[in-house]
């Protein structure tokens, strides 16, 4: 067999077969890759979502629970013997916070044409006491504890300690958290605990006095009476029992606004020891306020609104359902995508951007108010 006619019979691909299978498998390659990048954007836009809008459930969970707590245990709004307000509200910041006192770390930081919000209510748990700010007066906190030397029965009234007041600071003025406490004087909070620790109880000191008054120095007992809400306790307790400065009067105090933090808007809690975040990519926080007062006279309670303004101090009192408006956005802009921060209240719409936006909005009604 010739040559030419070996060739003839062997099987093969012409170079144009190459180049259409090259075409169609790199058509096929780019489909591939098309679809699996659509799905890795849809994949990430779909997580950039659900933490928005976890952020914004979060943002709201706080303020809704301290809106909601506002002005409890603060009766005819006065605490310390000042005047004090559930609310304190400002519309529309400048930016730079100085009209809200409050802010410790603000500084030009707060997001202009946002709102502040500061909720104040009555912390019935203890807390570490705060010195006094000349320096002049000891703290509360430094008083010792004491141990009860005797039984002190239900009935009691008397608690008969071990230690000697005077050496140990309890017969003087102490002070916490703005306010002083002369000895003696009624309405001194402290808790007194089993050894065991099963029991305790809150009680307020009335008055001092010694089991021998004409000794000088190192006196063995002194009494403390103490009168509970009903004069009396209800449980006894043993000896050795522990006594302790009780701080249940503390005035809880939160002030939330929106802060740019290395670029990223927040929703930030003040609770006087610096500011938290609570919320990251929260745009805006925007609050109205329902207020029940006799407007007309006729003795009946009329609902207004207030809105796009500060809140003055009868209208603080007037307070009883406050509607919270927040915005949250993606952490990042999205391709192919267009949108702008929402116009709400007093507060105009944004220029338009790539960021995904989630608006929410919530009345809460102010339980301890107008009770």
């Not at 306020?289 to 003055?312: A, I, P, S, V």
Request: with cysteine; charged share 25%.
């Amino acid at each position: 067999m010739k040559n030419n006619d070996r060739l003839k019979t062997q099987a093969g691909f012409t170079l144009i077969e190459l180049l259409v299978t090259m075409v169609v498998s790199l058509v096929v390659l780019f489909a591939t890759l098309q679809l699996f990048e659509n799905s890795q954007k849809s994949y990430v836009v779909q997580e950039e979502v659900a933490e928005m809008q976890q952020n914004v459930r979060i943002a709201k969970m706080f303020l809704e629970r301290d809106i909601r707590m506002a002005g409890a245990g603060i009766a005819n709004f006065s605490f310390g013997g000042n005047a004090v307000y559930p609310f304190k509200f400002e519309n529309n910041i400048d930016g730079k916070a100085d009209k809200a006192k409050e802010i410790v770390d603000a500084g030009n930081a707060v997001v202009a044409g946002t709102d502040l919000l500061l909720v104040r209510y009555r912390n019935f748990g203890p807390a570490p006491c705060k010195p006094d700010p000349d320096g002049l007066i000891a703290s509360c906190d430094d008083l010792p504890q004491l141990t009860l030397s005797n039984s002190m029965p239900d009935s009691a009234t008397v608690a008969v300690v071990k230690q000697d007041l005077e050496d140990n600071g309890w017969d003087a003025d102490c002070y916490c958290s703005g306010t002083t406490y002369p000895q003696p004087k009624p309405g001194m909070p402290f808790i007194v605990t089993a050894a065991d620790g099963s029991q305790s109880a809150v009680l307020f000191h009335t008055s001092t006095s010694t089991t021998n008054p004409d000794k000088i120095g190192n006196s063995p007992n002194f009494e403390y009476e103490d009168v509970k809400y009903d004069n009396k306790l209800l449980n006894t307790f043993p000896a050795d029992s522990t006594i302790n400065f009780f701080p249940e009067d503390g005035l809880y105090k939160a002030t939330y606004y929106i802060d740019n933090r290395d670029g990223i808007p927040c929703l930030v809690r003040d609770t006087g020891n610096g500011g938290q975040v609570i919320a990251e990519y929260i745009e805006d926080m925007q609050l109205s306020f329902d207020l029940y007062r006799d407007t007309d006279g006729d003795g009946t309670l009329e609902k207004t609104t207030g809105n796009g303004r500060d809140l003055t101090d009868i209208e603080k009192t007037q307070v009883r359902m406050v509607t919270i408006n927040l915005v949250g956005r993606s952490a990042h802009e999205h391709r192919n995508f267009s949108g702008q921060r929402p116009a709400m209240e007093d507060h105009a719409a944004g220029a338009a951007d790539g960021y995904r936006r989630r608006q929410i909005a919530v009345t809460v009604k102010v339980r301890n108010l107008g009770l």
